[in-house]
């Protein structure tokens, strides 16, 4: 007997609007791809990869969003929130192939978020506070996967985007300020005083956005939590007060991202002597040569030998 989850899926992919929908939305992909050949993007691949892989993993989630909204475990919801952020890092690292930039995106998404989650999983302890995320019986035990695992998910994909941005738009400031940066250095100053300016404004680049969608808040845009609520019933004023909660959450999640994600990733711009490193200069400009898949085929193909070697230097020693 299948598992129920599978079943759902087959019954609904047996429906013809289902087909008809999907047939729509890829006669968009089609135009996207078109307008990258168009632009010469070279992010054709990615398209259509993001396109198949979100659709599935997108509808095995919503196939058993039953069972996770049902969890009342803490250490449960811990995990699938650790989960999220494996994949998150793993999803940077993908699409900003630099050195340790899975390690980095992962450190800096799981610490920002885990603990902007855990301040709201716990705010119930306030007396005569049912919590942000409501708390059906005041302790540990009353949070349900209902409430926890949707925000962090907003929370966690906020960090992930913030986080490639943060690296993107710092990498480039460096490269395009390497003489002043250079001449700074010689005059004494620290690597962080040195970039301090490419810093803000990596920050800045990365919060506007976020701070832009805040201050347009029902006026040019009406959140999904926020309409989803009062279609539930909610009253209009605490769903409004409930979406600002959440998009504070966002901002301080992508801000310390940001900054975790900065000091990490800007470290490796320098050696101990606080001298340009010559040699992560140049794979970062041999990664900006390259795609993504000939970047991990060459990682792939790098870690094989080195297991060969360990291998051979093993039984040359026996």
Do not use: H
């Amino acid at each position: 007997m299948a598992p129920q989850f599978l079943i759902d899926i087959w019954d609904s992919l047996r429906q013809v609007n289902i087909w008809i929908r999907i047939g729509l939305a890829f006669i968009l992909l089609v135009v996207l791809i078109g307008l990258s050949f168009w632009q010469k993007t070279k992010l054709e691949s990615k398209f259509i990869w993001s396109f198949l892989r979100g659709t599935i993993q997108v509808v095995l989630f919503g196939s058993i969003l039953g069972l996770i909204f049902g969890i009342r475990k803490l250490w449960i919801l811990y995990f699938i929130l650790f989960l999220m952020c494996l994949f998150a890092g793993f999803t940077n690292a993908r699409s900003y192939p630099y050195q340790r930039m899975f390690l980095i995106g992962f450190l800096a998404i799981t610490s920002s978020s885990l603990v902007i989650m855990t301040l709201v999983m716990f705010s119930y302890v306030i007396p005569g506070f049912d919590g942000i995320i409501p708390n059906e019986t005041g302790t540990i035990t009353g949070l349900t996967g209902e409430y926890v695992i949707p925000i962090g998910s907003m929370v966690i994909s906020f960090a992930m985007r913030v986080s490639g941005i943060a690296v993107e738009r710092v990498k480039s400031d460096i490269i395009k300020s390497k003489g002043n940066i250079e001449a700074a250095l010689a005059l004494g100053d620290s690597p962080y005083r040195a970039i301090q300016n490419i810093l803000r404004e990596s920050y800045r680049a990365g919060l506007t956005p976020t701070i832009n969608r805040v201050a347009s808040l029902g006026i040019v845009t009406i959140p999904g939590l926020m309409a989803g609520m009062i279609i539930g019933g909610i009253p209009p004023v605490e769903a409004a007060i409930y979406q600002v909660v959440i998009f504070l959450m966002l901002l301080s999640a992508s801000f310390i991202t940001s900054i975790i994600t900065n000091i990490m990733f800007t470290r490796q711009f320098f050696t101990k002597k606080q001298q340009f490193d010559i040699n992560f200069l140049n794979k970062i400009a041999k990664s900006d040569n390259q795609t993504t898949r000939t970047l991990l085929k060459e990682r792939w193909k790098k870690w094989r030998e080195k297991i060969k070697r360990k291998k051979n230097s093993v039984e040359t020693t026996e």
